[in-house]
């Protein structure tokens, strides 16, 4: 659950933060990042807006433990005001975020989901940095070198590992897709800072990058044509490459051109590495906690893989990885697939927040790009309550473009809508839905009076089912109610079975309260009034 946004002032003295500069600042045309760690009232806010001390073109966050929050961010842009909101993703082996780029920005507003330790964000700067590449939209030659896009800004910290290329793995960077051509260069130089400087790592993670106008950009440092081990996807870096879609495509499709730019590389470098360019391999995993698989387990995949056929990621997007078939022919054949129409899907419901029990209604439309609607097409309603996308029914537009069902929620879940796409009509997806529960306790004939000294019953039942209620009794002191009884009862299947003994003759008030959880909000039956005797 995403907490309600609060929005604080942040000058240089209200932040009241520690501020680390990292080295690279001296001279104010080299790059330079520096990290900002909120004390602990605004570490744990749900919610902070911060104006950073100096711009930045790129930010992550990392923190202590084991949390795996939601992260949404979005970026103050001088004279185009507040960005929109993005996603970070989280990884729970190394506790931090994917890095994203933002074009140039001086403050940045965070949400998450849950409170975590240690929190600390780190930005790169490298809008000063001069690079010595050739205009990004120049196609000729084909890859921008490191040394083009200002890797001597971004060193490695020792030689590099070469091992095998057996597949390629397909990711996406998660930056902000309104970037223009000439910042392709900035951004990976920011890519790989952010890598080596805040996760640790030795180089840039990716072998190889692209951004949406199809450049490609050389990545980790060792040899393009050669076998060099990344850090781009654990339990299979020694024999995989990875290339990177400079972008977001969570919901948005990778275009044409970066398609064509994925396939002149992988088609290459399969062919360097001796590889076919189609057909399963054999791969053994080296394990990790990022990986799906653990150490020594063989895994057979195609020679074009997404990252989260490996490893606990969405990476690379819904909308990418759903565009790999395609991509895996226009790698085997070196032919583009047959161009196809772009459509539009948009999700409503009626409610957000819903009772347990409650049926939601959930309408949409369907259209092409020039706004004409699409009727007679399938929509698949999908539901995420446990990390996983699944189709909960497919229904089908009217003549209007329009649709309708309904959902009878179990558990708090996101909810999207998927066109499949057709022969001529790419598939897409509509934006993510968080649709909130709230559990109902219902007490089945509640006391509203009783004698001092005994007992009065509590029985209900809570829906969905909870293994444990708090009970909580306050009585009239003074003009005000105070808390003078709390217990945790323990349910069976959901009933809830217990008492309690009121001390005084008085005027109390008892309720039935579930904390929230991961999958429900908090619920209540509200203050029942009692008259003690």
Not at 159 to 188: I, Q, R
Request: glycine share 10%; net charge positive; with cysteine.
């Amino acid at each position: 659950m995403l907490a309600v946004e609060v929005k604080l002032l942040a000058s240089a003295a209200a932040l009241v933060c520690v501020l680390l500069i990292l080295p690279g600042t001296a001279a104010a045309k080299r790059p330079f990042d520096f990290e900002i760690a909120p004390r602990a009232g605004a570490a744990s806010a749900a919610s902070t807006t911060l104006a950073t001390p100096r711009p930045f073109n790129l930010l992550g966050m990392r923190w202590r433990g084991r949390a795996r929050p939601e992260i949404h961010v979005r970026v103050r842009r001088p004279g185009r005001g507040w960005s929109r909101w993005a996603e970070l993703e989280a990884h729970h082996a190394r506790h931090a975020t994917d890095p994203l780029w933002v074009g140039t920005a001086n403050g940045v507003r965070y949400r998450l989901s849950r409170r975590v330790p240690g929190l600390r964000l780190h930005f790169v700067n490298v809008a000063g940095f001069r690079a010595r590449a050739r205009a990004a939209q120049d196609p000729q030659p084909d890859v921008v070198t490191r040394e083009e896009w200002g890797a001597g800004a971004c060193p490695p910290r020792s030689a590099p590992s070469y091992g095998s290329v057996k597949a390629v793995h397909v990711h996406h960077t998660v930056s902000l897709n309104d970037y223009a051509p000439e910042e392709g260069p900035a951004m990976v130089l920011a890519i790989c800072r952010y890598h080596r400087n805040s996760n640790g790592w030795n180089d840039i993670g990716y072998n190889a990058l692209v951004d949406k106008y199809g450049v490609l950009y050389e990545g980790r440092a060792g040899g393009l044509d050669q076998p060099v081990i990344g850090a781009q996807a654990q339990g299979f870096n020694a024999e995989t490459a990875g290339i990177a879609s400079i972008g977001d495509h969570t919901s948005v499709e990778a275009t044409p051109e970066t398609l064509d730019a994925l396939t002149r590389y992988i088609r290459w470098k399969l062919q360097v590495s001796g590889q076919p360019l189609s057909g399963p391999v054999v791969l053994r995993s080296s394990g990790g906690s990022a990986s799906r698989y653990p150490a020594g387990a063989r895994v057979t995949v195609e020679r074009v893989i997404g990252h989260r056929d490996t490893g606990h990621t969405a990476c690379p997007g819904e909308l990418l990885y759903a565009q790999l078939e395609d991509l895996r022919a226009m790698v085997s054949t070196g032919v583009a697939t047959v161009p196809t129409f772009a459509t539009r899907l948009s999700a409503t419901l009626a409610d957000r927040v819903v009772d347990f029990g409650e049926v939601v209604p959930v309408t949409g439309l369907l259209s092409g790009s020039d706004g004409a609607p699409l009727g007679g097409q399938p929509i698949e309603v999908q539901v995420n309550g446990d990390g996983r996308w699944l189709t909960s029914r497919v229904v089908t537009s009217a003549a209007d473009g329009t649709f309708a069902t309904e959902l009878k929620p179990r558990k708090r879940m996101y909810v999207r809508l998927r066109f499949p796409g057709g022969a001529d009509r790419r598939r897409t997806l509509s934006s993510r839905l968080l649709l909130r529960l709230r559990p109902v306790i219902t007490l089945r004939r509640p006391a509203r009076r009783a004698v001092r000294g005994e007992p009065v019953p509590v029985r209900g039942r809570v829906g969905p089912r909870k293994r444990f209620v708090q009970l909580l009794l306050q009585q009239h002191v003074r003009g005000r109610y105070r808390t003078v009884g709390r217990r945790t009862v323990q349910t069976r299947r959901g009933r809830i079975r217990t008492s309690f003994v009121p001390g005084f003759r008085d005027r109390y008030r008892y309720a039935v309260i579930v904390r929230s959880d991961d999958d429900t909000d908090r619920g209540s039956t509200g203050w029942l009034p009692l008259r003690v005797r």
